[in-house]
């Protein structure tokens, strides 16, 4: 069956890097998402990437996906403190199937 | 666009009563769905609607769950004899025709004492 899968937790400085990565099993998957959830609210949609591209950039965001591997990464350039928030990455089919979500905690 | 709206935010309930909550989705989009998020997990799919038709339902969805979407515009989400089990985030999201993205609702949060 679809199954995604995040690691729970990431804590980077003010300006460095972050990346964030999603296993998913679904190789029929048309688009990989990744969403952003601030505390109480609903999920904002971040970036999509089509399954037939290997990489989108995006301002700071760039999205990774090797598809031999069903991995897919988010790398967030110059992280502030307003992009703490968890983040969930998605595999779509007739309907989104979510991993858990990592947090990502951004010190200042 | 306005984006998804959902109504009401929070609803506290006591065990054994009746809830129901309200999704009104992008104008234009033809898809909705029902996600259940509780604490520490991802949203999990409950049911999704194509236009008025109610296409798919999870498991997850016990009979005392039912959904609507009558004239294929706004949705509503019915939980009857709630249980404290049922204390979770609902999130409604919708979506143009296709593989296009999902746009998601700030939630209804549910509290059952």
């Known amino acids: 069956g679809e199954d995604v899968e995040q690691s729970l937790f990431l804590s980077v400085r003010e300006g460095d890097s972050s990346v964030i990565n999603c296993t998913y099993t679904?190789?029929?998957?048309?688009?990989l998402y990744w969403y952003k959830q601030e505390p109480g609210a609903g999920l904002q949609l971040l970036t999509y990437i089509f399954s037939n591209m290997d990489m989108k950039q995006d301002q700071r965001l760039t999205v990774l996906l090797n598809k031999k591997d069903k991995h897919l990464s988010l790398r967030i350039a110059d992280t502030q403190t307003g992009d703490s928030a968890i983040y969930f990455c998605?595999?779509?089919?007739?309907?989104?199937?979510f991993g858990a979500g990592t947090i990502l905690r951004v010190k200042s | 666009d306005t984006g998804v709206s959902q109504d009401p935010r929070h609803k506290i309930t006591k065990r054994g009563q009746n809830v129901t909550f309200r999704c009104d989705p992008i104008?234009?989009?033809?898809?909705l769905y029902w996600y259940r998020q509780t604490l520490g997990q991802g949203p999990e799919f409950l049911t999704y609607?194509?236009?008025?038709?109610?296409?798919?339902k999870s498991r997850l969805l016990s009979d005392r769950f039912s959904a609507e979407r009558p004239k294929g515009s706004f949705s509503t989400l019915e939980i009857q004899r709630t249980e404290q089990g049922d204390s979770a985030m609902y999130l409604c999201?919708?979506?143009?025709?296709?593989?296009?993205?999902?746009?998601f609702g700030n939630g209804t949060r549910l509290t059952v004492t």
């Open positions: 999201a919708s979506g143009r025709q296709g593989n296009s993205p999902l746009h």
């Open positions: 998605a595999e779509d089919g007739n309907k989104l199937v």
């Open positions: 104008s234009e989009h033809n898809r």
């Open positions: 679904d190789s029929s998957s048309t688009y």
């Open positions: 609607f194509q236009n008025e038709a109610q296409l798919e």
